[in-house]
């Protein structure tokens, strides 16, 4: 009998015992379910998983590529050898119903990332299996075999005579429901067939790590919070702070009936992270789910939102991933982790989560089956892109209604996601949306933890604003302005006036310097004294400091709430001081859209309301539909992905994936990653860097988290000008190469100044 190879180092057996298909099967065999078994019956989801590990490389028994094996072991030219479309042309011949399409795009993409659905099916339509193909396969892989599909949609409640947009929503989110299972079957397989090859070269144990029970996780958590709450001082915040942690976990205690969509809805300074963190644990623990997902808006804020999850939870327990870390370069063991997302706490971004969950590439999607059966709660969900809200909400709604995940939205101002027939036909209907700490609480907390009070003060220039701030009775206070010019100017403008003791902040200072910037106010306000911060976006989510006084250009309601926990954040006064103003001086560009119409909708909204009533529930339900209305104009989907996803030719899911993913993008392209060497560390990065390049070694994790540290953002027509040097070609690496663009206060300046500072 031919001997069939599907590895050659070391040489490893395709089929039988040992062999690479039935390893392949053992690790899929212990993933966990991705559907329930109401929607799938689990022999007949482990049948499907295991046709999947047992025929994904069968195009290897070919003569061709068993031949491309030899000489590709043996030294010689070898040209590569297509073994992955067998599997689909074989799903499509031998399994009945729709299963044989869904398989075939994971057979298809195993190697390559999911193709494009119609360049699939004509290339299956004139592909032949080569006899000897057929000849091999185990006997479970012959003759017609039947597999069902999971029962899809019963989430879907569709109201007879529904509007001509409600039904077009829920056309769209069902083909979205087809499109992930095809995701998932993906996943499963390439993170299958990766474990099962990392194991045969010996990189990976055969048994796969076994991870602390979420079980003793969440004990952990509940002893630290008591301790906190114990040790921590009596104020009412800290009271109220323990309020909405006890209504988190007591949520956690009661199994909901159905599947609905959660809200924390807090107000900034609530302890809401750990508290979600609370119900999230329990809730896994009761309800069987796998692991916690914490998916955060901004990078600015993740690593000190592992940190702390860390420091309760165990270094080992929690993985920190996000699109500034690249896995691809690193150890085994990190990049596997990274990729697949195998352990029990993630804690990632919104750009990571989402481009995953539309990308066609197969280190991307090999995390998708881990996300099956998870707890995810999404920090700051009024953030989510509103031109990708359809995709996005169709995907949450996805992974809520077919592949058992709880969702919480986590927000101090919780936008209106509620299905309007009219304004906003692709949102939940309203019997799905549940309060964690309960209706009740959630009133109390906005008038009891109000501590500040706003005012709107009209148009202000810089000379105007400053002025302002100098006829008052305060001596700190913090400036949030919308663009980084703003910034600077209001910065120079303080100085000029005469005020000591300003600090800068803004996307153009490295992470490591703001780092410090934000240290040494921290210790300022502590120690009570006077300081001025003027500070762009950066500081409005996430950073715990407290001003007695903070002034806020021209933003949306999410925005100015956000400002207005950096104010009396902790109730050390009565109450503090928010003054809302109008820039003239300022232009909110077209990359800003969401900014400008929310400050439009707040423009409103204020001919209706007093400022005073701003934060108010209803007021902030108003806000949100009059919001997302208006998003209307353009498009929920800017990118036309949902036209995509829904897209038939002939008889089959002609979904285009790679189309897909370049389509969805959070953040636009064009942007690149400066390196600035500052301080000491940022001059020992850039030794590093030399020396790994002269090495010819690629950086590793941890190098790539210093990089980031000292990294700023720069679009392409600044990048052209910015003097740089390569710091690591192969990596890709730029460092700045002049100083004099970087300011001991500003950060990365537009163009250098006359005189020269040294880092």
Not at 440 to 460: A, F, H, P, S
Request: charged share 25%; proline share 5%.
């Amino acid at each position: 009998m031919r001997e069939i190879y599907a590895h050659s180092d070391p040489w490893e057996f395709l089929y039988g015992p040992g062999g690479h298909a039935q390893r392949t099967c053992r690790v899929i065999e212990l993933f966990s379910p991705l559907f329930s078994p109401a929607d799938w019956p689990p022999d007949e989801a482990a049948r499907c998983m295991r046709l999947l590990a047992l025929a994904h490389d069968m195009g290897k028994a070919s003569r061709t590529w068993q031949q491309y094996l030899r000489n590709s072991a043996e030294g010689r030219p070898a040209a590569k050898v297509d073994h992955k479309t067998a599997a689909a042309k074989w799903a499509l011949e031998n399994i009945e119903g729709p299963m044989m399409e869904l398989l075939a795009y994971a057979f298809a993409g195993h190697h390559s990332g999911l193709p494009n659905g119609v360049e699939l099916f004509a290339k299956l339509r004139d592909f032949e299996l080569a006899p000897e193909v057929m000849d091999s396969l185990p006997e479970e892989l012959r003759g017609n075999l039947q597999l069902s599909l999971p029962k899809l949609g019963h989430g879907q409640t569709m109201a007879p005579g529904a509007p001509r947009a409600v039904q077009n929503a829920m056309a769209g989110e069902c083909a979205m429901l087809l499109s992930m299972v095809v995701r998932m079957l993906h996943s499963s397989l390439i993170d299958a067939d990766w474990t099962a090859t990392a194991q045969n070269s010996g990189e990976r144990p055969e048994e796969l790590p076994q991870h602390t029970p979420l079980t003793t996780l969440s004990d952990k958590l509940e002893a630290r919070l008591q301790q906190i709450e114990r040790e921590g001082k009596n104020t009412r915040i800290n009271a109220l702070r323990q309020k909405i942690h006890e209504a988190c976990y007591s949520a956690a205690e009661r199994k909901p009936a159905g599947m609905p969509i959660y809200r924390l809805n807090v107000p900034t300074g609530g302890g809401k992270t750990l508290s979600s963190l609370s119900f999230a644990l329990r809730h896994a623990v009761l309800c069987g789910k796998q692991r916690v997902i914490y998916v955060i808006p901004f990078t600015s804020i993740i690593e000190q939102t592992a940190r702390q999850f860390r420091e309760v939870l165990g270094a080992g327990n929690v993985l920190e991933h996000h699109s500034n870390v690249s896995e691809e370069n690193d150890n085994e063991e990190n990049r596997r982790a990274s990729e697949s997302w195998d352990a029990p706490v993630i804690v990632t971004t919104s750009v990571q989560f989402f481009e995953s969950l539309f990308s066609d590439e197969n280190r991307r999607c090999r995390k998708l089956h881990n996300i099956a059966q998870s707890v995810i709660i999404f920090d700051e969900a009024q953030t989510l892109p509103t031109h990708l809200l359809e995709p996005c909400i169709a995907a949450m709604k996805a992974l809520q209604y077919e592949f058992g995940c709880t969702l919480v939205l986590c927000t101090a101002t919780q936008p209106a996601f509620t299905r309007d027939a009219e304004l906003f036909p692709i949102g939940w209907d309203a019997s799905e949306s549940r309060s964690l700490i309960g209706e009740e609480l959630e009133t109390r907390l906005q008038q009891e933890m109000k501590r500040v009070e706003v005012e709107n003060i009209g148009r202000k220039n810089k000379e105007e604003l400053v002025n302002h701030f100098l006829s008052s009775d305060k001596e700190s206070a913090l400036f949030i302005v919308n663009l980084t010019r703003q910034a600077q100017e209001l910065f120079a403008t303080l100085r000029d006036h005469g005020v000591e003791n300003v600090y800068h902040l803004s996307a153009r200072m490295c992470s490591a310097h703001r780092a410090e910037v934000l240290q040494d106010v921290c210790d300022r306000l502590k120690n009570g004294k006077p300081t001025v911060l003027v500070a762009t976006r950066v500081v409005e989510a996430g950073v715990d400091i407290s001003f007695p006084v903070v002034y806020r250009d021209k933003c949306g309601l999410d925005s100015l709430a956000q400002s207005a926990g950096r104010c009396n954040r902790h109730g050390e006064l009565p109450l503090g001081k928010v003054f809302y103003f109008d820039d003239p001086d300022s232009s909110l560009s077209a990359n800003m859209a969401d900014l400008r119409d929310g400050f439009y909708v707040l423009d409103d909204i204020l001919r209706d309301h007093s400022m005073k009533q701003v934060f108010e529930g209803d007021v902030v339900e108003e806000y949100f539909r009059r919001f997302y209305a208006r998003m209307q104009d353009r498009n929920w989907d800017e990118k036309e992905i949902m036209p995509l996803i829904g897209q038939f030719s002939d008889l089959v899911r002609a979904w285009d994936f790679p189309g897909i993913a370049e389509k969805f993008r959070i953040i636009p392209e064009g942007q690149h990653s400066l390196i600035i060497p500052y301080g000491d560390a940022g001059e020992k990065l850039r030794s590093r860097l030399l020396e790994l390049q002269r090495l010819k070694l690629m950086p590793t994790r941890e190098d790539y988290r210093e990089i980031q540290r000292f990294s700023v953002s720069v679009y392409d027509q600044e990048w052209r000008n910015i003097p740089r040097e390569p710091v690591h070609e192969a990596a890709g690496l730029f460092m700045l190469a002049d100083a004099a663009w970087y300011d001991k206060d500003c950060g990365l300046l537009r163009e250098p100044p006359d005189c020269n500072y040294v880092f």
